[in-house]
């Protein structure tokens, strides 16, 4: 048994995966690092192979045909032996100095006997040719370097939510869950950490920044004109979310808060992207994506639709839809992102 599997989806990474890799490999015997090669065309299998030849007892190289970087993470979790789990992209990596102190709380929880759910760290945006690297931590909305569940839980920043970069789960709760992510799609990473969130009990927030997240490439999902091409796998992840959040009755107001807040962004996210496109066909998505909100939970889309960030991307007319893209020009500035 391992303390941590680390699933790396790989398609087509050869340029980059070896870094990823190498910064995961101090972990020693106490990791399993699951290299999933997703029907790649490239020198990514034989990179995967070659790992697995010299780390045997760290690496598995797993082969498939292509399914997206959603049907990698499924391939993972199935074949994940480590009682935690996180997946790390392989274009980015982890630093070390944090990489020591996630492993040695983890530890420390296993041997005490006690269940933890979910641990949380920062990440860090390594965006190609910024100087300045921003930071994304939580330590406003949760408590740190203690066990805490929902009731504990603040309220987020308005921009603010937890991405797969800061998570990490116990492999078993994923698996309580179901989880399994739509294959061929991007954006499944929101899913990934939205699905789970009823079933997490226990969590605790190291406020260390261990993940670093790369930014920089044309190809990336997260590349603006790849989100409009890609816009309707946005919106199927959206749509996905909606219905998961709209079968619960959840009792936690806390959770309920904070699972209603992931889902205001996620539908902003959508929104902007619509808006940022400007065609007719995506603005009507936009319209009937608000629309299936409401028909779906009423009183789901009051909250939502009424908060400030849900009006600001719905500013009506030519002059709002202008406004709504020079607030999100503005954030993406200031943030860092994509």
């Not at 015997?29 to 490239?42: K, P």
């Not at 997490?200 to 490439?217: E, Q, S």
């Not at 808060?257 to 496109?277: F, G």
């Amino acid at each position: 048994m391992k303390l941590i599997s680390f699933v790396v989806p790989c398609y087509n990474s050869q340029e980059y995966m070896r870094h990823c890799i190498d910064t995961l490999l101090p972990g020693g015997d106490q990791i399993e690092i699951l290299i999933v090669n997703d029907g790649s065309s490239d020198n990514t299998a034989a990179i995967a192979d070659e790992y697995e030849k010299k780390y045997p007892d760290i690496c598995r190289a797993i082969h498939q045909e292509n399914k997206g970087h959603g049907g990698a993470v499924n391939t993972g979790i199935k074949n994940a032996k480590g009682i935690y789990l996180k997946v790390v992209d392989s274009d980015d990596w982890v630093n070390e100095y944090a990489y020591g102190e996630i492993l040695d709380t983890l530890s420390t929880f296993y041997k005490q006997g006690t269940v933890l759910d979910m641990l949380l760290s920062n990440y860090v945006y390594e965006k190609q040719g910024a100087k300045k690297k921003t930071v994304i931590h939580y330590r406003h909305a949760i408590p740190k370097d203690k066990i805490f569940c929902w009731d504990d839980v603040g309220r987020f920043p308005v921009s603010q939510y937890i991405l797969m970069h800061s998570v990490i789960y116990r492999t078993a709760l994923l698996r309580e869950c179901q989880l399994e992510l739509p294959e061929h799609t991007f954006y499944v990473d929101n899913i990934y950490v939205f699905k789970p969130l009823p079933y997490v009990k226990t969590m605790y927030y190291l406020d260390i920044n261990f993940y670093r997240y790369f930014i920089g490439r044309d190809d990336q999902s997260v590349n603006e004109a790849n989100m409009i091409k890609r816009i309707d796998q946005q919106f199927k992840v959206t749509y996905i979310m909606i219905d998961y959040m709209a079968q619960f009755n959840l009792v936690s107001k806390p959770l309920k808060r904070y699972m209603r807040h992931y889902l205001s962004i996620i539908m902003c996210i959508s929104s902007v992207i619509a808006v940022k496109s400007g065609t007719k066909e995506h603005l009507k998505m936009r319209k009937e994506l608000w629309k299936y909100l409401y028909e779906k939970d009423k009183k789901l889309y009051r909250k939502i639709r009424h908060n400030i960030t849900s009006c600001a991307v719905n500013l009506p007319g030519y002059v709002g839809r202008k406004a709504t893209i020079g607030m999100y020009k503005a954030a993406r500035k200031f943030i860092g992102f994509n």
